[in-house]
Nanobody
Framework: QVQLVESGGGLVQAGGSLRLSCAPS????????MGWYRQAPGKQRELVAT???????NYADSVKGRFTISRDNAKKTVYLQMNSLKPEDTAVYYC????????????WGQGTQVTVSS
């Protein structure tokens, strides 16, 4: 069951910015932690940033100072503002959410490609 949909990926030159967004495709009862993970070709999926429902954030060291996670709890939407992008940021970015519909579940988006050219 795919309940999260990402948007905002694309091609950008080094030093540029992108903003990703993620929202449930259907109405849900609640959401807890939401965040972003990424997977580059030939590499394992890694955490980028997460935010709890209370606003506590966690960032990968590689993106601190460049990326900012935010969320709109009323819209149950999470965002990732990516600034000063580097070629090594190139990856498929996946939205994550701890979602409650009829029960709590870990849900993932299908991914959005971010490509940073030099």
């Amino acid at each position: 069951q795919v309940q999260l949909v990402e948007s905002g990926g694309g091609l950008v030159q080094a030093g540029g910015s992108l903003r990703l967004s993620c929202a449930p495709s259907t109405s849900i009862a609640g959401v807890n932690t939401m965040g972003w993970y990424r997977q580059a070709p030939g590499k394992q999926r890694e955490l980028v940033a997460t935010m709890t429902s209370a606003g506590i954030t966690n960032y990968a060291d590689s993106v601190k100072g460049r990326f900012t996670i935010s969320r709109d709890n009323a819209k149950k939407t999470v965002y990732l503002q990516m600034n000063s992008l580097k070629p090594e940021d190139t990856a498929v970015y996946y939205c994550y959410g701890r979602i409650y519909s009829s029960y709590w579940n870990d849900d993932w988006g299908q991914g959005t490609q971010v490509t940073v050219s030099s």
